[in-house]
C-alpha cells in the first residue's frame, strides 16, 4: 500500500504543478483572447462543424505533444518504472511482463523507442486530417457527415454550437 499512496502523492504533485503552469499561461493568454471574443464567436456560430473540427484537431495535436508528460507523470521513466509510482505498481501486479503487452509499449515510448514513434504519428495524422477536413471540406458536406451521425457525435456538435450561440456579441 506504501508504494500506491507514494505514486498518488508524486501524481498529485505532478498534477498540482501542471496546473499550475496552466493557470499562469491562461493568465498571459486571457487578454489577447478576450480581444478577439467577438470575432471567434461569430465565426463559430457562422461555421459551428467547421470551428468543432477545429478546435478537436487542435486538441488531439495538443494531447500529441503531451504524450511523453503524460508518462513520466504515470511513471513510465526514461530508464524504466519510476520506483513508487502507478507505472511501478502495475509492472508489479503483473509479474512477468510480456513483450508486446500494453506495459510494454508504454514502457517503450518512455525509453524513446519505436513505440513513442507510433503514439505520436498516429497523434499527429488524426490531428491533422481533423483540421485539413475542417478547413476543407464545404460546410454542407461536414454538416452531412456530423448529422448522420446519431448519438455522441452528433450531440456533442449540438452542445457546441449552442454553447457558442449563448454569448452576446454587441
Aim: glycine fraction near 16%; charged fraction near 10%.
Amino acid at each position: 500500500m506504501a508504494g500506491l499512496e507514494a505514486a498518488l502523492g508524486t501524481l498529485s504533485y505532478a498534477s498540482i504543478r501542471s496546473a499550475v503552469k496552466l493557470q499562469e499561461l491562461a493568465s498571459r493568454l486571457k487578454p489577447a483572447l478576450l480581444k478577439h471574443l467577438k470575432d471567434i464567436s461569430n465565426w463559430v456560430r457562422a461555421h459551428p462543424y467547421r470551428a468543432f473540427g477545429l478546435f478537436g484537431g487542435i486538441t488531439i495535436l495538443g494531447l500529441t505533444l503531451a504524450i511523453p508528460a503524460i508518462l513520466e507523470i504515470v511513471g513510465f521513466g526514461a530508464l524504466g518504472p519510476v520506483g513508487g509510482s502507478i507505472a511501478a505498481g502495475w509492472q508489479s501486479s503483473l509479474g512477468l511482463v510480456a513483450a508486446g503487452s500494453p506495459f510494454a509499449f508504454l514502457q517503450g515510448a518512455a525509453m524513446g523507442g519505436a513505440a513513442m514513434g507510433v503514439m505520436t504519428g498516429i497523434g499527429v495524422l488524426v490531428g491533422a486530417v481533423t483540421v485539413a477536413a475542417a478547413l476543407t471540406l464545404k460546410e454542407g458536406t461536414v454538416c452531412g457527415l456530423v448529422s448522420s451521425c446519431k448519438g455522441a457525435v452528433g450531440g456533442t456538435v449540438n452542445k457546441f454550437k449552442s454553447f457558442f450561440g449563448k454569448w452576446k456579441t454587441q
